[in-house]
């Protein structure tokens, strides 16, 4: 496998098109606090809409990012030659000191192959050359999130950033000292 890792422009956004989330989800976390509890069921993810508009659809994933890009966020691509198969995004000054990872995707049949831990150690680099002394995500609350983020030093917060707890109540907010 090689893998290439870089800035993405904004006219390359699009290529969001070609990461597949499609994944089997068996267990959700409920964060109370620092505590965590588990929640088990089919919570399975299928590929993005590649037509629609709706909030699991290509346009809406591409219209986030551009969002994202919009306030100064810096995206991060990882290329099998020329097809995206993963995707990280970071903003780096959401409070003073404070960055947020906001956005990471690998596709399917990627995952557990170092790809998002590459571009999250990317990521980290970019927030602290930033001046921020801390980071923070939403994670999305399934169990392979918020271990893969867990095992890279990310700890559920006492208390979410208000900002970021308002527009996803249900994720797990974890924060990593930079």
Not at 73 to 88: K, V, Y
Not at 100 to 105: G, I, M, S
Not at 131 to 152: C, K, L, M
Request: contains cysteine; proline residues 4%.
């Amino acid at each position: 496998m090689s893998l290439s890792y870089r800035r993405l422009e904004v006219d390359e956004l699009g290529q969001v098109a070609d990461i597949d989330r499609t994944e089997r989800i068996d267990t959700l976390y409920m964060q109370h606090g620092e505590r965590l509890e588990t929640t088990h069921g089919d919570f399975s993810a299928r590929a993005w809409d590649p037509v629609g508009v709706g909030e699991h659809s290509v346009a809406a994933q591409h219209a986030e990012l551009e969002r994202y890009v919009g306030k100064g966020a810096i995206c991060i691509g990882a290329f099998d030659a020329d097809r995206l198969i993963g995707i990280g995004v970071v903003l780096p000054h959401l409070r003073s000191g404070v960055a947020q990872l906001a956005y990471l995707y690998v596709s399917d049949g990627r995952r557990g192959a170092g790809v998002g831990g590459t571009l999250t150690t990317e990521l980290e680099q970019l927030a602290r050359g930033a001046g921020n002394r801390s980071i923070v995500v939403s994670a999305t609350p399934t169990r392979n999130t918020v271990d893969f983020y867990r095992g890279r030093g990310y700890e559920p917060m006492a208390e979410p950033l208000p900002e970021l707890y308002e527009l996803e109540p249900d994720d797990v907010h974890l924060q990593k000292s930079l």
